[in-house]
């Protein structure tokens, strides 16, 4: 598995944090580990993925 | 669109459900201002019979061809309501609902001047979604008189016995030389004990 | 049909397709009357699989006495050389002649209206733990492996014997949640089967030798069904010693064979050491190996555990999400023979509404393709979720096709579409366009435009309302089937109208009731968001959230966070907005 370090911006509350995850997961339900949003937005893709889209 | 739409609007009081929280006499005053609509009824329980009748009563007196219920939530009476209009004759899809219990009165009950509006904005909505609606058809596609079971075990063998036993043609596909699964390779089975072959 | 193999399925509920191919036996199944008189002679031998290994079988085979058919198997694969000509002596054996080394595999097409999955599971390979040392120590063995030796149809005649020196063992362990409940080396599920048979392996041992000393190493036994706390208390009235503890290892004496379990017992907090003669791993189920031919025949989708999904978990539990298929049995998730029994007869009866019917009614809320528009791109085959659209061939001229029997109205393919070619029945453009308009009317500013789907967070706000849940009146709905119906046009059009916070919102993944359309939602806000911020306006002001039908209290909250936000919203900048949206598409 090619787990990469990502960084996550929740539209909630402001909360970031960073996470390791599989780009080949995505897209997949986010959660704000702070506010318990959902509106959670990936700020840094995995380069491959960036060039893919 | 050639025909000329005539909107019938049925604002429902729930008892005191709806018409505790919000005025339910503004929103049919409103109701009837708005383009199209050519008949506003209140009711104290729509979903019930004398309601229903009020709904078809008014679909032929009026020669409506779309209908807003202004009510509970679709999830519970679009279906009562979509076979009350097609009784009267009209498309079932040319009914539309208004959430104004579920989303408006029950949630907002201590507010009676900002549900009310909120009400009429639901049903404004509802009766220019209402202007768009055309009628829809649910065909039916024939089904061929067979099954298909994949997997010869305990399970597929009791899914294509029984299916059998209604009267229809099945065929069992089973990868391995034998019928029986994991289950034939077992002892006995729990809770009972006995044998599994 | 036995030794067959499904391989293609096409078409939709009512009328599908199937080729199925049927293996070559290489003997003749109604004429064979199962005389052995080619075993006896076969000169090869292998191991036989139905014993678990334990005892051989030929080439020429029968699986295990009481099979159906009640016929021989050649299986070429071990067949002298491949060569059935170099040997050739069953042929001669054959006194009704129906050995025919000629034979090929026949296909077969077969048109039927409903499919039942019933592809079961497979089991746990225990050598992937290393410390319990299964393949290394001769007297550790799995719980299908006992089946065989405890059986008096099996390879032993029902003596329970050990490997290494085929001498009665005395003292028995058994080791629970093999391959389950586990995060590494193994499932993260519970296989749900093995702590009754365990609580049966040591009923049916005690029963053989009322002298024999078992003892079963737990986590939890979950012995919850009929009868089951029944056997479980039985099994411990006749000595049976339940320690709660994994094993950590397991060693082996070189010389006795004798093993050396160590366990943490949890209850007594020490660890112990005990001397055994035989360790039992009782394995777990795993999904079926080969079942991902079937799921892609069948477009089905799998839960993160690897068995089937059914269309919902409660509700319509043997129902696939592809509309006439269904499942029995271990396929959908781990369990027994009563509760397989019990799953197939719902399939069976399933099934048979539709047969019986002989029509089905289709969803008038489908997907229709306007062919002026459509430029053959092939999106909307792509993202439904169902398979229901064909894909379009630009070279050929082929427009895509909705196979309106399979699909079922998310309205993902018209959302997608690039060039507005799809019209979604009952949800259209201008009827959710003309919701957004008239909702956001009068005060736009005091309003939150909220896109909920049919089935789970329009509910959740059902939920709410019946639960008297109080949140801000600026909250106003629109439904669609699907939240993977929402255009990105309607978002856009709503922040036109002067909207100062959207919001879009469906089911959590797991429980979207159109397998995936909830994903393409998903990417869909992303991108929104990315352009909102390319044309400097704040992604804050499009929401997501997943809300199920049964979080009231989460619509709820939801609601009051959003108010929150909405009032950080300023006249200047959603008056900047609608500029700044004026010609975006």
């Given at each position: 598995?090619?787990?990469?370090?990502?960084?996550?911006r929740?539209?909630?509350c402001?909360h970031e944090?960073?996470?390791?995850a599989?780009?080949?997961?995505?897209?997949?339900?986010?959660t704000?580990?702070?506010?318990?949003?959902n509106?959670?937005?990936?700020?840094?893709?995995?380069r491959?993925?960036?060039k893919?889209? | 669109?050639?025909?000329q739409?005539?909107i019938?609007?049925?604002?429902?009081?729930?008892g005191?459900?709806?018409?505790?929280?919000?005025d339910?006499?503004?929103l049919s005053?409103d109701?009837?201002?708005?383009?199209?609509?050519?008949?506003?009824?209140?009711?104290?329980?729509?979903?019930?019979?004398?309601g229903?009748?009020?709904?078809?009563k008014?679909?032929g007196?009026?020669?409506?061809?779309?209908?807003?219920?202004?009510?509970?939530t679709?999830?519970?009476?679009e279906?009562?309501f979509?076979?009350c209009?097609?009784?009267?004759?009209?498309?079932?899809?040319?009914f539309?609902?208004a959430?104004?219990?579920?989303?408006?009165?029950?949630v907002?009950?201590?507010?009676?001047?900002?549900?009310?509006?909120?009400?009429?904005?639901?049903?404004?909505?509802?009766?220019?979604?209402a202007?768009?609606?055309?009628s829809?058809?649910?065909?039916?596609?024939?089904?061929?008189q067979?099954?298909l079971?994949?997997?010869g075990?305990?399970?597929g063998?009791?899914a294509?016995l029984?299916?059998?036993?209604?009267?229809?043609?099945?065929?069992l596909?089973?990868?391995q030389?034998?019928?029986?699964g994991?289950?034939?390779?077992?002892?006995?089975?729990?809770?009972?004990?006995?044998?599994?072959? | 049909m036995?030794?067959?193999?499904?391989?293609?399925?096409?078409?939709?509920?009512?009328n599908?397709?199937?080729?199925?191919?049927?293996?070559?036996?290489?003997?003749?199944?109604t004429?064979?009357?199962?005389?052995?008189?080619?075993?006896?002679i076969?000169?090869?031998?292998?191991?036989?699989?139905?014993?678990?290994?334990f005892?051989?079988?030929?080439?020429i085979y029968?699986?295990?006495?009481q099979?159906?058919?009640?016929?021989?198997?050649?299986?070429?694969?071990n067949?002298l050389g491949?060569?059935?000509?170099?040997?050739?002596k069953?042929?001669e054996?054959?006194?009704?002649?129906?050995?025919d080394?000629?034979?090929?595999?026949?296909?077969?097409?077969?048109?039927?209206?409903?499919?039942?999955?019933?592809?079961?599971?497979?089991?746990?390979?225990?050598?992937?733990?290393?410390?319990?040392?299964?393949g290394?120590?001769?007297?550790?063995?799995?719980?299908?492996?006992?089946?065989?030796?405890i059986c008096a149809?099996?390879p032993t005649?029902?003596?329970?014997?050990?490997?290494?020196?085929?001498?009665?063992p005395r003292r028995?362990?058994?080791?629970?949640?093999?391959?389950?409940?586990?995060r590494?080396?193994?499932?993260?599920?519970?296989?749900?089967i093995?702590?009754?048979?365990?609580?049966?392996?040591t009923?049916?041992?005690?029963?053989?030798?009322?002298d024999?000393q078992?003892?079963?190493?737990?986590?939890?036994?979950?012995?919850?069904g009929?009868?089951?706390e029944d056997?479980?208390?039985?099994?411990?009235e006749k000595?049976?010693?339940?320690?709660?503890g994994?094993?950590?290892?397991?060693?082996?004496?070189?010389?006795t064979?004798?093993l050396?379990l160590?366990?943490?017992?949890?209850?007594?907090?020490r660890i112990?050491?005990?001397?055994?003669?035989?360790v039992?791993?009782?394995?777990?189920?795993?999904?079926q190996?080969?079942?991902?031919?079937v799921?892609?025949?069948l477009?089905?989708?799998?839960t993160?555990?690897?068995f089937?999904?059914?269309?919902?978990?409660?509700?319509?539990?043997?129902?696939?999400?592809?509309?006439?298929?269904f499942?029995?049995?271990c396929?959908?998730?781990?369990?027994?023979?009563?509760?397989s029994?019990t799953?197939?007869g719902?399939?069976?009866?399933?099934?048979?509404i539709?047969?019986?019917?002989?029509?089905?009614?289709?969803?008038?809320?489908t997907?229709?393709?306007?062919k002026?528009?459509?430029?053959m791109?092939g999106i909307?085959?792509?993202?439904?979720p169902y398979?229901?659209?064909?894909a379009?061939?630009?070279?050929?001229?082929i427009?895509?096709?909705?196979i309106?029997?399979?699909c079922?109205g998310?309205?993902?393919?018209s959302?997608?579409?690039?060039?507005?070619?799809?019209?979604?029945?009952?949800?259209?453009?201008?009827?959710?366009?003309?919701q957004?308009?008239?909702?956001?009317a009068?005060?736009?500013?005091?309003?939150?435009?909220?896109?909920?789907?049919?089935?789970?967070?329009?509910?959740g706000?059902?939920?709410?309302?019946?639960?008297?849940?109080?949140?801000p009146?600026?909250?106003v709905?629109?439904?669609?089937m699907?939240?993977?119906?929402?255009?990105?046009?309607f978002?856009?059009?709503?922040?036109?109208?002067?909207?100062?916070?959207?919001?879009?919102?469906?089911?959590?993944?797991?429980?979207?009731?159109?397998i995936?359309?909830?994903?393409?939602?998903?990417?869909r806000?992303?991108?929104?968001?990315?352009?909102?911020?390319?044309?400097g306006?704040?992604?804050?002001?499009?929401?997501?959230?997943w809300?199920?039908?049964?979080?009231?209290?989460?619509f709820?909250?939801?609601?009051r966070?959003?108010?929150?936000?909405?009032?950080?919203?300023t006249?200047e900048?959603?008056?900047?907005?609608?500029?700044?949206?004026?010609?975006?598409k």
């Amino acid at each position: 598995m090619a787990c990469v370090e990502m960084i996550f911006r929740c539209l909630r509350c402001g909360h970031e944090f960073e996470e390791k995850a599989d780009p080949k997961d995505f897209p997949k339900e986010l959660t704000c580990p702070k506010c318990m949003s959902n509106s959670v937005r990936r700020i840094i893709k995995e380069r491959a993925e960036e060039k893919k889209e | 669109m050639s025909e000329q739409l005539r909107i019938g609007v049925f604002v429902c009081e729930c008892g005191l459900n709806i018409a505790g929280t919000v005025d339910c006499d503004a929103l049919s005053e409103d109701a009837k201002t708005l383009k199209d609509v050519v008949c506003v009824i209140k009711n104290k329980y729509t979903c019930a019979d004398p309601g229903q009748n009020e709904i078809k009563k008014a679909i032929g007196e009026y020669n409506l061809n779309r209908v807003v219920v202004a009510s509970c939530t679709p999830k519970i009476h679009e279906p009562t309501f979509r076979q009350c209009v097609a009784e009267a004759g009209l498309n079932p899809y040319l009914f539309e609902m208004a959430n104004i219990r579920e989303h408006c009165s029950w949630v907002h009950p201590h507010d009676r001047e900002k549900a009310t509006e909120k009400a009429r904005s639901l049903i404004r909505s509802a009766v220019s979604r209402a202007r768009y609606l055309q009628s829809q058809e649910e065909a039916t596609v024939p089904v061929t008189q067979s099954a298909l079971v994949i997997g010869g075990g305990v399970a597929g063998m009791q899914a294509a016995l029984e299916i059998a036993d209604a009267g229809f043609p099945v065929y069992l596909v089973e990868k391995q030389p034998s019928l029986g699964g994991i289950m034939a390779a077992l002892d006995k089975t729990y809770p009972t004990m006995d044998c599994s072959i | 049909m036995t030794y067959s193999e499904v391989e293609q399925i096409a078409g939709y509920v009512g009328n599908f397709k199937a080729r199925i191919r049927k293996k070559a036996r290489y003997v003749n199944e109604t004429e064979c009357t199962a005389c052995r008189a080619c075993a006896d002679i076969c000169p090869v031998a292998v191991p036989d699989e139905y014993q678990q290994g334990f005892s051989s079988r030929k080439a020429i085979y029968i699986p295990f006495p009481q099979a159906v058919p009640s016929a021989y198997v050649l299986d070429m694969n071990n067949c002298l050389g491949n060569n059935p000509i170099a040997c050739g002596k069953c042929q001669e054996a054959c006194e009704k002649k129906c050995i025919d080394y000629d034979m090929k595999d026949v296909i077969m097409e077969v048109d039927v209206g409903t499919v039942v999955v019933a592809t079961g599971v497979d089991v746990f390979d225990p050598s992937v733990i290393p410390e319990f040392g299964y393949g290394r120590h001769a007297n550790v063995i799995t719980s299908m492996e006992f089946e065989r030796l405890i059986c008096a149809g099996g390879p032993t005649d029902g003596h329970f014997i050990r490997p290494s020196d085929r001498q009665r063992p005395r003292r028995i362990g058994f080791v629970q949640c093999v391959g389950s409940r586990s995060r590494n080396g193994g499932n993260p599920y519970c296989s749900n089967i093995c702590c009754m048979n365990t609580v049966k392996d040591t009923l049916l041992l005690k029963e053989h030798y009322p002298d024999i000393q078992s003892s079963v190493y737990y986590m939890d036994i979950r012995a919850f069904g009929k009868g089951f706390e029944d056997l479980y208390m039985r099994s411990k009235e006749k000595g049976v010693r339940y320690i709660r503890g994994i094993p950590g290892r397991i060693d082996e004496d070189p010389d006795t064979k004798n093993l050396l379990l160590t366990v943490e017992n949890t209850t007594a907090n020490r660890i112990e050491k005990h001397d055994l003669d035989m360790v039992v791993l009782s394995v777990g189920v795993i999904p079926q190996r080969d079942a991902n031919v079937v799921q892609q025949l069948l477009t089905l989708s799998k839960t993160s555990d690897g068995f089937f999904m059914e269309s919902h978990p409660k509700l319509k539990p043997v129902d696939a999400p592809t509309k006439g298929v269904f499942f029995a049995g271990c396929a959908e998730a781990p369990k027994d023979v009563k509760d397989s029994v019990t799953q197939a007869g719902a399939a069976a009866s399933r099934s048979n509404i539709l047969l019986n019917a002989g029509k089905v009614k289709v969803e008038a809320i489908t997907s229709m393709i306007n062919k002026s528009q459509c430029t053959m791109c092939g999106i909307c085959a792509r993202v439904c979720p169902y398979n229901a659209i064909t894909a379009p061939d630009k070279k050929k001229g082929i427009y895509p096709v909705v196979i309106e029997a399979a699909c079922t109205g998310c309205g993902t393919c018209s959302a997608e579409c690039p060039f507005d070619a799809i019209t979604m029945r009952h949800f259209t453009d201008e009827q959710i366009m003309a919701q957004v308009e008239t909702l956001l009317a009068d005060k736009p500013m005091q309003k939150i435009l909220c896109f909920a789907c049919n089935w789970c967070s329009y509910a959740g706000g059902d939920m709410a309302g019946t639960s008297r849940l109080e949140y801000p009146s600026s909250i106003v709905l629109v439904r669609t089937m699907c939240s993977g119906r929402v255009d990105r046009k309607f978002v856009l059009h709503a922040f036109r109208c002067g909207a100062p916070l959207v919001m879009v919102s469906g089911c959590h993944f797991s429980d979207c009731h159109y397998i995936s359309a909830v994903t393409w939602t998903q990417r869909r806000v992303e991108r929104l968001w990315n352009d909102l911020e390319k044309w400097g306006i704040r992604p804050e002001r499009l929401q997501l959230e997943w809300i199920s039908a049964a979080e009231g209290q989460k619509f709820a909250r939801v609601m009051r966070e959003l108010e929150e936000l909405r009032e950080q919203v300023t006249v200047e900048e959603v008056e900047f907005t609608k500029k700044v949206l004026q010609n975006k598409k």
